[in-house]
């Protein structure tokens, strides 16, 4: 047991840029790809992860001091610093749920296509850490293996679900056919913008404000470009966080790059997954008899679209500003700001790239995001210190992304209820937000399939 252990950690300690290559080269030639085709595509991903990781690290190294300093400026005192994906993830992997997450959530997904559950058909590996981290804090919370692993089945069939609802937006907003996205964070926070357009869109005057940067640039020119957007907002920032003239416009040029080259880099990852995922699409058509599949894959392809790119910048300030003035908030917002985009980016899709809807409905998820965080900081604190990231009694810890999970709040919170009015909170609001969300995603499908048959 101890050697097979070593042998998933080993693998999984590759990291996304190695790891999801070496999966999508096994699977390519599990299909039948030729082997050259399946080395160009895996090294294709390999080099777009490498790229994110080097655009998000610019992010991550720039944004980080700007935003301290916005929260020094602004005299926002907040205790706990969000330690981010990059500090919950290693921490997901090295628990004991870890050894049997992938292969649960693996025949969870099989089993799930087989009964005509659902139409992912998840190769994203990497990204079942959602549902370990989901497991591993039910596990402290109630000390039950059987429900730590429960727990893991539950959120890899919802985020399933969720990949099968949001597929027509994928398709006709990204532009990426087939493909889906059951993913941890972009997935579980789309229900809440799905209600926040629908509520806007009843509201007069407020219904009709459409600020989309893809449409202003043919109107206005220049100014709406990608690139000299990013640069404003970098200077917004940098004069946000009190930065000289020199701070600034180091800034400015920064984030004017950040906005251009991620698009760049998602490119290589989806010159090497498409072609993979038409070949599984084929395969899968063939033995279920013409069944329409979706590829389930990283919602970092998302992150190209310019109105993303444009809408995680502007949520560096925003949410800082939405940790000053959620009540008993202790969370500083730092690890996860760089990839803020995660949490917002099907909230894109859903407004159709309008950034003034997706102001609105993000600072709700935001909002409700680190509510929940302040709520998990002790079992989040206990899983750092059992895996020996942070020595018992010295510090705390938190994160947005999965620390702020509604769906692992709810599950732990079940298992051993310790705050039964933010448990009733919280579950009522997500539930009514997901059950809205199936039925408008059969309206979806209708408009979809329709759009289709008319070519």
């Given amino acids: 047991m101890d050697m097979i252990l070593s042998v998933v950690q080993y693998f999984i300690d590759l990291g996304a840029a190695v790891m999801l290559p070496l999966v999508i080269f096994v699977i390519a030639i599990l299909l039948g790809t030729p082997l050259s085709r399946a080395v160009k595509s895996g090294i294709s991903i390999g080099i777009g992860f490498i790229g994110i990781g080097l655009v998000i690290g610019l992010m991550l190294n720039n944004l980080a001091p700007a935003a301290k300093a916005m929260s020094a400026n602004f005299g926002i005192s907040l205790s706990v610093i969000d330690i981010g994906w990059p500090g919950s993830s290693p921490m997901a992997w090295a628990s004991r749920i870890a050894l049997v997450a992938i292969p649960l959530s693996i025949v969870v997904n099989l089993i799930m296509i087989a009964l005509k559950l659902t139409r992912v058909v998840n190769i994203d590996i990497w990204n079942i850490w959602h549902f370990t981290f989901t497991g591993a804090m039910v596990d402290l919370a109630t000390g039950s293996y059987t429900m730590a692993m429960a727990a ?53 005057g407020i219904r009709d404000i459409d600020v989309n940067p893809t449409k202003l640039q043919s109107k206005f020119g220049a100014i709406c470009d990608p690139s000299v957007m990013g640069g404003i907002m970098g200077v917004v920032i940098g004069i946000l966080a009190g930065y ?25 990852i989806m010159g090497g997954l498409l072609p993979i995922s038409e070949v599984a699409k084929k395969k899968l058509q063939e033995k279920f008899k013409g069944a329409q599949f979706f590829i389930g894959l990283d919602c970092a392809l998302l992150l190209g679209d310019p109105v993303v790119v444009t809408a995680s910048l502007l949520f560096i300030p ?33 407004h159709g790239g309008n950034l003034f809807r997706t102001i609105i409905s993000g600072s709700v998820i935001m909002a409700f995001t680190i509510w929940i965080s302040n709520l998990m900081i002790g079992l989040h604190t206990q899983m750092a210190q059992g ?69």
């Fill in 152 to 204: 893991v089945a539950i959120h890899a069939a919802f985020a399933y679900k969720l990949g099968d609802w949001f597929a027509p937006l994928v398709d006709k907003y990204f532009g990426l056919e087939g493909i889906a996205m059951p993913h941890g964070t972009t997935g579980l926070y789309a229900p809440i913008a799905v209600v926040m357009d629908a509520i806007l869109s009843k509201i007069p």
């Fill in 244 to 268: 000289d003239v020199k701070g600034i416009l180091t800034l400015a040029i920064q984030m004017a790059a950040v906005i251009v080259l991620m698009p760049v880099v998602v490119k290589y």
């Fill in 318 to 350: 925003i949410t800082i500003l939405v940790a000053a003035i959620v009540p008993g908030n202790v969370i500083l917002p730092f690890g996860d700001l760089p990839t803020i985009g995660f949490f917002i980016a099907m909230a894109v899709a859903v």
């Fill in 387 to 455: 895996v020996g990231q942070v020595a018992e009694g010295i510090s705390q810890v938190a994160s947005l992304d999965q620390g702020g999970s509604p769906l692992t709040f709810i599950l732990a919170q079940i298992g051993n209820t310790t705050n039964a009015s933010a448990l009733a909170i919280v579950a009522v609001i997500y539930a009514l937000c997901v059950i809205y969300t199936a039925i408008w995603s059969r309206k979806q499908y209708k408009e979809w399939e329709e759009e289709l048959a008319q070519g």
